[in-house]
């Protein structure tokens, strides 16, 4: 375009005498607005820092804003001890991963109960347990799962050793956290972490972005199928208790639809050698006589659960290989029907697998349970009323506090009314996690 012509031109002058001049003087008044308010629309997609669509050369790479990135990858240890002490460590790495603004490498889980002999531990992968493909459905958007074949440079890797002892706080963790997800350090395309165990990493996330990563676990079919045998048997016991006391007479729904609505308590019994010993100390520590329950006053304050229709099967989540007292089923008051695993016929499902499956068929059944009692000190009970806390909330009720709910859950070392256990609901308003991580007299009733 020859401009010769517009030598006289004056910025938004009257002497705009061609079509190019005035052409020109559009694209630069354009150019200077541009400069000009952009800045203040920070939110604006692709301007502001934060929220940036960063072209790299594999991909679009969101920010946590609007997705994760899936082409930087966070790789974490081993996760070990046992199985829901494993599900927290995970779901921390994946908050971490998301934090970073990066897709967790899918980490390995440890089949096996030692977490103290490291060369004893029997690792087994994430995806041989729960659901890969359904995780990353569920939580599309908030967290990502990554497999190692996705890495094209497996040599660009950077090393961050996460701090631990005393001096080691919160606010170091969390200012660590934004360092590296920064340049030059957030340059590589793997992010490995090294240290100890994702368990007892810091934490820096409310309950209920923990919750919404929990939703998405889900177990692989061939577990789920196995805790469906055990919750049908169950059922089926508390079937033909009931049958012959009159419940399902006159009854015209078909065998199945009975069977969905025969109810059942699950009971986590913490009463193993291992545990025993572990929640002596705590009180100690604690100051408390709120941790340890002994069976008898397990039985006494189940059998007080108010509102409870007898006859019903109570189902003992216990495990068997570190249970020391083998009378467990003896003592329970009439109308309360005790089974183990022994008893109700399904030791063989569980002895085909490690322990880390057998408690997570456990879990499974004391998901499902109509009713649940558990210890507030321990992970798994704490767990399985977390999911049910928000399955309940999706439901419409936000508190089963005092009211007739309908799966309730209760934590039996602490005393309720009429001497029974005390009703539980997980606070989904806590800022952290910690208070299930490591126990709690603290159920929000």
């Given at each position: 375009?020859?401009?010769?012509?517009?030598?006289?031109?004056?910025?938004?002058?009257?002497?705009?005498?061609?079509?190019?001049?005035?052409?020109?003087?559009?694209?630069?008044?354009?150019?200077?607005?541009?400069?000009?308010?952009?800045?203040?629309?920070?939110?604006?997609?692709?301007?502001?820092?934060?929220?940036?669509?960063?072209?790299?050369?594999?991909?679009?790479?969101?920010?946590?804003?609007?997705?994760?990135?899936?082409?930087?990858?966070?790789?974490?240890?081993?996760?070990?001890?046992?199985?829901?002490?494993?599900?927290?460590?995970?779901?921390?790495?994946?908050?971490?991963?998301?934090?970073?603004?990066?897709?967790?490498?899918?980490?390995?889980?440890?089949?096996?109960?030692?977490?103290?002999?490291?060369?004893?531990?029997?690792?087994?992968?994430?995806?041989?347990?729960?659901?890969?493909?359904?995780?990353?459905?569920?939580?599309?958007?908030?967290?990502?799962?990554?497999?190692?074949?996705?890495?094209?440079?497996?040599?660009?890797?950077?090393?961050?050793?996460?701090?631990?002892?005393?001096?080691?706080?919160?606010?170091?963790?969390?200012?660590?956290?934004?360092?590296?997800?920064?340049?030059?350090?957030?340059?590589?395309?793997?992010?490995?972490?090294?240290?100890?165990?994702?368990?007892?990493?810091?934490?820096?996330?409310?309950?209920?972005?923990?919750?919404?990563?929990?939703?998405?676990?889900?177990?692989?079919?061939?577990?789920?199928?196995?805790?469906?045998?055990?919750?049908?048997?169950?059922?089926?016991?508390?079937?033909?208790?009931?049958?012959?006391?009159?419940?399902?007479?006159?009854?015209?729904?078909?065998?199945?639809?009975?069977?969905?609505?025969?109810?059942?308590?699950?009971?986590?019994?913490?009463?193993?050698?291992?545990?025993?010993?572990?929640?002596?100390?705590?009180?100690?520590?604690?100051?408390?006589?709120?941790?340890?329950?002994?069976k008898e006053e397990i039985m006494e304050r189940v059998s007080n659960i108010k509102g409870l229709e007898t006859p019903i099967v109570a189902y003992l989540a216990v495990a068997d290989t570190l249970l020391e007292d083998k009378s467990i089923l003896n003592g329970?008051?009439?109308?309360?029907?005790?089974?183990?695993?022994?008893?109700?016929?399904?030791?063989?499902?569980?002895?085909?697998?490690?322990?880390?499956?057998?408690?997570?068929?456990?879990?499974?059944?004391?998901?499902?349970?109509?009713?649940?009692?558990?210890n507030s000190y321990s992970t798994f009970s704490s767990l399985v009323v977390l999911e049910r806390t928000q399955k309940m909330i999706r439901t419409g009720v936000s508190s089963s506090c005092g009211m007739d709910v309908r799966s309730p859950s209760y934590a039996y070392n602490i005393l309720g009314e009429s001497k029974g256990p005390h009703q539980w609901m997980t606070n989904m308003n806590d800022s952290s996690l910690r208070a299930i991580s490591y126990g709690s007299n603290h159920i929000s009733c």
């Amino acid at each position: 375009m020859d401009l010769s012509n517009c030598k006289h031109m004056r910025f938004f002058g009257p002497h705009l005498n061609s079509v190019a001049c005035k052409c020109l003087a559009l694209v630069v008044i354009a150019l200077v607005l541009r400069a000009v308010l952009l800045p203040a629309f920070s939110g604006f997609s692709g301007i502001e820092q934060n929220n940036s669509l960063v072209i790299n050369n594999r991909s679009l790479s969101l920010t946590s804003e609007s997705g994760i990135r899936k082409y930087k990858f966070l790789e974490v240890p081993q996760i070990v001890w046992g199985l829901n002490n494993q599900k927290i460590a995970f779901v921390r790495a994946c908050l971490t991963a998301r934090m970073l603004n990066r897709t967790l490498l899918m980490p390995s889980l440890s089949a096996s109960l030692f977490y103290k002999e490291i060369d004893l531990l029997e690792p087994i992968s994430f995806d041989k347990v729960f659901q890969f493909e359904r995780f990353n459905s569920l939580c599309n958007g908030f967290v990502q799962l990554g497999r190692y074949s996705d890495i094209s440079n497996r040599s660009d890797v950077f090393e961050m050793q996460k701090g631990s002892g005393r001096r080691w706080t919160v606010d170091r963790d969390l200012d660590q956290l934004r360092e590296f997800s920064k340049d030059p350090y957030d340059g590589h395309e793997i992010m490995r972490i090294v240290g100890k165990n994702p368990f007892l990493w810091h934490d820096h996330w409310p309950v209920k972005d923990y919750a919404k990563v929990f939703e998405c676990l889900v177990l692989v079919d061939e577990f789920l199928i196995e805790a469906d045998k055990v919750v049908s048997k169950i059922r089926k016991i508390g079937r033909e208790a009931r049958t012959q006391v009159g419940f399902f007479e006159n009854h015209i729904d078909s065998e199945s639809s009975i069977l969905q609505q025969v109810p059942y308590v699950a009971v986590h019994m913490r009463i193993e050698k291992d545990w025993m010993i572990h929640c002596k100390k705590m009180e100690q520590r604690s100051n408390t006589s709120e941790i340890c329950s002994s069976k008898e006053e397990i039985m006494e304050r189940v059998s007080n659960i108010k509102g409870l229709e007898t006859p019903i099967v109570a189902y003992l989540a216990v495990a068997d290989t570190l249970l020391e007292d083998k009378s467990i089923l003896n003592g329970w008051k009439a109308g309360l029907l005790p089974y183990e695993k022994k008893k109700l016929g399904v030791l063989e499902i569980y002895k085909k697998y490690p322990y880390l499956i057998q408690s997570a068929i456990d879990y499974e059944v004391c998901l499902r349970s109509n009713v649940f009692v558990g210890n507030s000190y321990s992970t798994f009970s704490s767990l399985v009323v977390l999911e049910r806390t928000q399955k309940m909330i999706r439901t419409g009720v936000s508190s089963s506090c005092g009211m007739d709910v309908r799966s309730p859950s209760y934590a039996y070392n602490i005393l309720g009314e009429s001497k029974g256990p005390h009703q539980w609901m997980t606070n989904m308003n806590d800022s952290s996690l910690r208070a299930i991580s490591y126990g709690s007299n603290h159920i929000s009733c």
